[in-house]
């Protein structure tokens, strides 16, 4: 080839700015000519939704390379406001328009790339031409946007598609204060992600005030004075200030068929692995190509800048004489949706199905970071791979932190065709803030590694759906969450009571175990494999299936949203403004920590009054509604901020939910043990119970006697066989022991150790706070008698009881445990 070769490219941002930095790099002496038909080249499209929010304020920010900088820099010849309008392919020669002076030229090329991208897909619908019917691709887009909001001051808009850029769009017109109804065709937003996976996106959109409707379009629009009618397949009518058309795209191939170059089955145009299209001296790149899935093979249109910019620089490699090779596309993707970040990699779920290949799929929940260190949220990932030989297939992100850097790991691994066992051998950097010395993706290794080794068999959320007559769902969390929400039929036996009570358990069927994120059902599939059951482990637990079933809590009537700019939302209602008399951060305790707290708050102020109440756990919006449903209070208002849900809940305000008789908010409990383990659990489920709304009684018999002891000695008369008896028992909570693994008190101290790590309270503390939350401490006084404990040894408030009284309670009751 020759050094005076001359190179045309045809688009002039992502792809075409790339080949042609590129080929100067590559090649100083030819000459190289950038066509543009807009007025701007090198400009960040991926960037016009955050000017628009006003997140980017600057947009010469946006303008990455002009025509100027590419000429001082590369000396390459740009020529914006030029449309190519047809290539002539036997006289190598393109013909090139002036957008502002109508005037024609042809250049000749020795090479030419084509990069002209992908065009927003406008639907034939009636009055689909009306001025405030916007798409978003180019500054021009944008600068139409801006101004229809300056001028015109819309105060509400619709957004039509639930992809990247509608999706962006909402967010940024969320933050300028307009109202936004997104309607989108498929039942979920955010195509690229399997639907249990978009749940979350679904959660947070209502949650920032954005009207989701989900199976619908738009059937016409109208003109109307101020606003465009929008006419939806639901049969209702809309009238808004401003529409963004995001619908999807489709590849700019005009030019290429103009040429007679082939396209593929796609649509897009069919180039090789050097990206040279059907003619020996074109290549095409970006938006406008067809590309082969990297997982599957299968030929795909993949409209992302990482893939465009990748292939300008290799068609530029192979234009310039080199032997560059693109090596597919995976589509490795990431978003921003309010404080919510998803992405993914590889091939979906609903893609490995259509294509009929064999996988299998894990879910976990982990936290970003250590969950000890400030800030810490849940991350759900779900992970594809082959169940024969673990290697992995794609995987799928969403969380308020750090997917980012898992989905870059997985796109990593899936990209070096690396198995579900690297994952657990990968070594990944770790300091509290900013991970775990498990990280997620050793984490999804050891689970999806666990399940191939046999470990343990999964199940999923549809096996939850429809049990068969021999297979029993066990709801293995604590009896509070248990409380909070679980999955019609189960049994709950928490996982701490399950060596105890396994013999509770049927032999003869199949056991399909769920805990809240999938730990502890794996665990206890361990006990129970080991003890000769038949189970499986639901996947990611009840968080998944919360996921799938999109279980996930309806918001509010009123939802407000606070921004930065302190931009309210209109309320939905009229609604009195709440009349707050207490806040609560809850951050950094985990569930049901926040629910305890305000259960506990509430009862100091009057009917009427209202708590606000701040928590970071992910699960909190589901807990506060359920909490406020079954107590009878109301939830006035539930938004989030930087990952930070905000509830308003006014007291007794809004009717209990139904039950069949007062009598089925009466728990009781047996509290017969003295171990540590036992009475912390009995505790934790006492609390949460009162937390709920429950009259919850405990009734102490023999060593469960114990727990209620004061430390010090206390002196009362005692023959000698009680005070010996009373000298070799543990005086109080803090004395217990653990009835397993307690290595002369080792182990009662790292337990201690890791709940005050974790935040949950101390037994003497679970004390005070069912005391505080009006459990009923009753001690047997026939046990006592026996074990010649006195009244005066025991901590106040505390009643002596009988049989009689336990009985009645147990029987006025919908709930009696035996601990
Ligand atoms: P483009 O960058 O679109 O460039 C094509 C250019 O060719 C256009 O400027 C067009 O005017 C010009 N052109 C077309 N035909 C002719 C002709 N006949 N003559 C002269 N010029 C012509 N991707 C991501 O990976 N992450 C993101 O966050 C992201 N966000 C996005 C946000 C928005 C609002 C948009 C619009 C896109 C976003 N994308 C994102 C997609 C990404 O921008 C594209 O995948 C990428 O720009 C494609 O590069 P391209 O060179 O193929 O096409």
Redesign the pocket.
Known sequence: MSDKMKLVI???????ASAAARARRLNEDAEIIL????EFVSFA??G??YHISGAIADRERLLVQTPDTLYANLRIDVRIN????QINRSSKQVIVKNKLTGEEQGLSYDKLIL????EPIIPTLPGVDNPRIHT???MSDMDKIIRLIKDNKPTNSLIIGGG??GL?MAEALRELGIDVVLVELAPQVMASLDPEMAAPIHQQLKLNGVDLRLETSVTSFTEQDEYVGVNLSTGEKLDVGLVIMAIGVRP?TK?AIGAGLALGERGGILVDDHMLTSDPDIYA????VEVKDFVSGFAALV????P?NKQ?RIAADNAMGRDSVYKKTQGT?ICKIFDLTTGMTGNNEKTLKRINRNYEKIYIHPTCHASYYPGASQISLKVLFDPDDGKILGAQGVGLDGVDKRIDVMAAAIRAGLTVFDLEEMELSYAPPYGSAKDPVNYAGYTASNFIRGDVDICHTNDMLSPSDNQILLDVRTAEENMLGTIPGSINIPLQQLRDRIGELPSDKELLVFCQVGLRGYLACRILKQKGFKCRNLTGGYKTYTMATDALPQPPETITETTDANISMPASKETEPANIVKAIDACGLQCPGPILRIANEIKLIKDGEAIEISSNDSGFAQDISSWCNSTGNRLISLDTQNGIYKAVVQKGAAPAKQLDSADSKKKSIVVFSGDLDKAIASFIIANGAAAMGSEVTMFFTFWGINILRKPEPVKVKKNIIESIFGWMMPRGADDLELSNMNMLGIGSLIIKGIMKKKNVPSLPELIKTAQRSGVHLVVCSMSMDLMGIKKEELIDGVDLGGVAMYLDKAESGNVNLFI
């Open positions: 045809i688009g002039g941002v992502a792809g075409g066509i543009e038909r807009g499209n991926c016009l939704p030029t449309e190519a309008i990069s002209p991208g992908a978003l691709r180019s990247y850029i962006e700019e030019l790149v970006g938006d406008a409209p992302l800048a990482g465009a300008g993707g």
